[in-house]
């Protein structure tokens, strides 16, 4: 069964904020969800939940709009570009930037698990 997190974790987990007075800001991924019609939460009791391939999209989707600097608009022709056509370079570098950052943020904390494994790792106590 798939884990799925409610709005408020993936806007903490987004750091989504409110500029103003630094609150989480629930209504940006609400707002989306009416702009992209590829976030889908599944509703459970009035509550959204977000299953971890609409995660992926929604960091897409973060990634474009604010480390990207693009508008709503740039960021749809790009989630509804067809990757395979060669013309689609662009949209193409924009996705391979975008999972190039996520996998040097996972290679990064596997380093620094390894790290704390090295510094803080069990004591050998087995006697000879």
Request: net charge positive; no cysteine.
């Amino acid at each position: 069964m798939e884990k799925l997190i409610n709005i408020s974790e993936l806007t903490k987990l987004l750091n989504i904020e409110n500029k103003k007075n630094k609150k989480i800001s629930n209504h940006t991924l609400r707002y989306w969800e009416k702009e992209f019609f590829q976030i889908k939460p599944k509703i459970i009791k009035n509550r959204r939940y977000y299953g971890s391939k609409q995660i992926e999209i929604i960091k897409l989707i973060f990634f474009l709009l604010k480390n990207k600097d693009m508008t709503i608009r740039g960021v749809k022709t790009i989630l509804n570009s067809k990757l395979k056509e060669l013309d689609d370079y662009k949209s193409y570098s924009l996705k391979a930037v975008y999972y190039k950052k996520l996998i040097k943020l996972k290679t990064d904390n596997i380093l620094n698990k390894l790290e704390k494994l090295k510094k803080n790792g069990k004591k050998n106590t087995h006697k000879s």
